[in-house]
């Protein structure tokens, strides 16, 4: 029972740390002393899920992969019913393809209006074109 407690605690703790944090030394394939999450650029990163507004304050924003490399801007944003960013739709900068990415992958930085993807360029290019 003991444990099982132990269990509840742990899986409460990555529910409550959900918004990107669940990436645990116990599950990283980093090695150790090392972390295989992305740091926040300027550290004021925030979930799109957060951002007021995201129709107008995402619309002119430059997309970057998890290098920091610039991949697209932002054509539109599909939200949900209460309005939350449920994807981007990112214009890619090296075609004429345009991708969905999903909020969940996606942080935005104000201080720099760039939305950064925690997915790699070739991860971002081999999403199904969206029209």
């Given at each position: 029972?003991?444990?099982?407690?132990?269990?509840?605690?742990?899986?409460?703790?990555?529910?409550?740390?959900?918004?990107?944090?669940?990436?645990?030394?116990?599950t990283?394939?980093?090695?150790?002393?090392t972390?295989?999450?992305?740091p926040?650029?300027?550290?004021?990163?925030?979930?799109?899920?957060?951002?007021?507004?995201?129709?107008?304050?995402?619309?002119?924003?430059?997309?970057?992969?998890?290098?920091?490399?610039?991949?697209?801007?932002?054509?539109?944003?599909?939200?949900?019913?209460?309005g939350?960013?449920?994807?981007?739709?990112?214009?890619?900068?090296?075609?004429?393809?345009?991708?969905?990415?999903?909020a969940?992958?996606?942080?935005?930085?104000?201080?720099?209006?760039?939305?950064?993807?925690?997915?790699?360029?070739?991860?971002?290019?081999?999403?199904?074109?969206?029209?």
């Amino acid at each position: 029972m003991h444990n099982r407690a132990i269990i509840l605690a742990v899986t409460s703790i990555a529910f409550v740390m959900g918004d990107g944090m669940t990436a645990m030394a116990a599950t990283s394939s980093a090695p150790a002393g090392t972390s295989s999450m992305q740091p926040a650029k300027h550290g004021k990163e925030i979930l799109l899920r957060r951002v007021k507004d995201p129709k107008q304050t995402l619309a002119a924003a430059s997309v970057d992969d998890s290098s920091g490399d610039a991949v697209g801007h932002v054509q539109s944003i599909e939200t949900f019913r209460n309005g939350h960013a449920r994807a981007v739709m990112v214009s890619l900068t090296d075609g004429n393809k345009t991708v969905a990415i999903p909020a969940r992958d996606l942080r935005y930085d104000k201080s720099s209006n760039t939305i950064d993807a925690r997915l790699t360029k070739s991860q971002i290019q081999a999403l199904s074109s969206h029209s």
